[in-house]
């Protein structure tokens, strides 16, 4: 087995559910698994998820649900972007809520439902303040009057989504709220499947009253922001394992650019980890990470493949010790929020890279 590696702790991700789950009650947790599940496995997440009782999932695409349906995935996925009009046929027919976001969508869709002989379930999606897809708050009551001429599309939701969360007092924040709840009194009575908040707004809770929720990052055991401290566990560590060790005299150089001279006599240790298997080489020289219970920092420039880190100060270290990049190790903990900062970017971010980079391997 190669070393760099991904390693998803299974009962984190129910815990976090979990919390989810009977924190909403009555409202319901769908938990969003798009991006591969922030990196996480799609699959494996709601298969897992599954098991605990989980009765839909979220997703961004169309090929994302066909994915997770080949796999064997057969409760109701909600698709956030809907069905793009070459993606109309394939989409139609399989218990999907495709989101609807532009005429034009909702009649390529209804086209294809008309084809394949089935109605088709959708979900407006609601522009309240995002700036990105959706019908605006004025138009809605037009564009659900238009809707329901559609003979072979069933309007059953309508959904809209934060744009700073975070900060219940912003103008465009209280702006979202207030027209939400608006156009939720255009809605038709077989529109039940209504939803607004992401990790940030449900802690922020806001729209309490609505049904249904859309847990993204938390449920990776992330917070949305920094420091929020929700009771949730993080379910990806990131690691490797030391494949060279010597020790370097005072005076010499570590890795490109030069950027790096040792003030000391320095047991160096190569880890097989850089840019390419998401470690940000923003990091280069900065990069921390954790051997035997010890915290350690990189020397240098981060590589494509290679980093290198200072292990003077840890005792007995050792050819093959584990070297984790994010998560536990003992007592020491690094945050996928430390590195994100440090490297410029969010969690989020580092999550999709990592996913995408790594082998992963479930524990529990
Ligand atoms: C990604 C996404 C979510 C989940 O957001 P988190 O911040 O990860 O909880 C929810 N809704 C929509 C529309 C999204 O795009």
Redesign the pocket.
Same mark, same amino acid.
């Given at each position: 087995m190669y070393p760099t590696r991904a390693i998803i702790d299974r009962d984190a991700l129910r815990h976090n559910f979990n919390y989810y789950l009977n924190s909403l009650a009555p409202a319901q947790p769908v938990p969003?698994i798009?991006?591969d599940a922030?990196g996480h496995g799609a699959v494996e997440v709601a298969r897992t998820l599954s098991d605990c009782g989980c009765r839909q999932f #979220?997703v =961004?695409r169309i090929a994302e649900a066909l994915d997770l349906r080949q796999h064997g995935i057969t409760q109701p996925l909600w698709i !956030?972007l809907g069905a793009l009009p070459n993606e109309a046929d394939d989409a139609v027919g399989q218990n999907l809520k495709l989101a609807v976001f532009s005429w034009e969508q909702a009649v390529a869709l209804n086209a294809a439902a008309k084809k394949h002989h089935v109605i088709q379930d959708v979900h407006l999606k609601v522009d309240t303040g995002m700036g990105r897809l959706g019908i605006l708050p004025s138009e809605v009551p037009a564009f659900v009057a238009r809707l329901a001429t559609l003979s072979h599309l069933r309007l059953t939701g309508a =959904?809209t *989504?934060f744009a700073k #969360?975070i900060d219940t007092d912003h103008p465009v924040t209280q702006n979202q709220i207030a027209a939400f709840r608006g156009v939720i009194q255009h809605l038709p009575a077989s529109c039940t499947e209504i *939803?607004g +908040? #992401?990790? +940030?707004a449900?802690a922020q809770h806001f729209l309490p009253e609505l049904p249904y929720a859309?847990?993204?990052?938390? !449920?990776?055991g992330l917070d949305?922001e920094p420091g929020m401290n929700l009771p949730i566990k993080p379910a990806m560590t990131f690691m490797s394992n030391i494949i060279s060790l010597k020790t370097l005299p005072k005076g010499h150089n570590v890795s490109y650019n030069c950027i790096r001279t040792l003030e000391r006599d320095t047991r160096v240790a190569v880890v097989p980890a850089g840019y390419a298997s998401a470690l940000p080489r923003a990091l280069s020289d900065h990069c921390e990470a954790l051997v035997r219970g010890h915290r350690i920092h990189n020397l240098g420039t981060i590589c494509m493949d290679m980093a290198m880190f200072d292990v003077t100060d840890v005792p007995d270290v050792a050819v093959d010790d584990e070297v984790v990049f994010i998560g536990r190790q003992g007592d020491l903990e690094i945050n996928a929020w430390d590195v994100a900062r440090q490297a410029g970017t969010i969690a989020?971010d580092l999550l999709c890279h990592i996913g995408m980079t790594q082998p992963r391997f479930y524990i529990n």
């Amino acid at each position: 087995m190669y070393p760099t590696r991904a390693i998803i702790d299974r009962d984190a991700l129910r815990h976090n559910f979990n919390y989810y789950l009977n924190s909403l009650a009555p409202a319901q947790p769908v938990p969003v698994i798009k991006s591969d599940a922030y990196g996480h496995g799609a699959v494996e997440v709601a298969r897992t998820l599954s098991d605990c009782g989980c009765r839909q999932f #979220a997703v =961004f695409r169309i090929a994302e649900a066909l994915d997770l349906r080949q796999h064997g995935i057969t409760q109701p996925l909600w698709i !956030l972007l809907g069905a793009l009009p070459n993606e109309a046929d394939d989409a139609v027919g399989q218990n999907l809520k495709l989101a609807v976001f532009s005429w034009e969508q909702a009649v390529a869709l209804n086209a294809a439902a008309k084809k394949h002989h089935v109605i088709q379930d959708v979900h407006l999606k609601v522009d309240t303040g995002m700036g990105r897809l959706g019908i605006l708050p004025s138009e809605v009551p037009a564009f659900v009057a238009r809707l329901a001429t559609l003979s072979h599309l069933r309007l059953t939701g309508a =959904f809209t *989504h934060f744009a700073k #969360a975070i900060d219940t007092d912003h103008p465009v924040t209280q702006n979202q709220i207030a027209a939400f709840r608006g156009v939720i009194q255009h809605l038709p009575a077989s529109c039940t499947e209504i *939803h607004g +908040c #992401a990790t +940030c707004a449900i802690a922020q809770h806001f729209l309490p009253e609505l049904p249904y929720a859309r847990p993204g990052i938390s !449920l990776y055991g992330l917070d949305p922001e920094p420091g929020m401290n929700l009771p949730i566990k993080p379910a990806m560590t990131f690691m490797s394992n030391i494949i060279s060790l010597k020790t370097l005299p005072k005076g010499h150089n570590v890795s490109y650019n030069c950027i790096r001279t040792l003030e000391r006599d320095t047991r160096v240790a190569v880890v097989p980890a850089g840019y390419a298997s998401a470690l940000p080489r923003a990091l280069s020289d900065h990069c921390e990470a954790l051997v035997r219970g010890h915290r350690i920092h990189n020397l240098g420039t981060i590589c494509m493949d290679m980093a290198m880190f200072d292990v003077t100060d840890v005792p007995d270290v050792a050819v093959d010790d584990e070297v984790v990049f994010i998560g536990r190790q003992g007592d020491l903990e690094i945050n996928a929020w430390d590195v994100a900062r440090q490297a410029g970017t969010i969690a989020y971010d580092l999550l999709c890279h990592i996913g995408m980079t790594q082998p992963r391997f479930y524990i529990n």
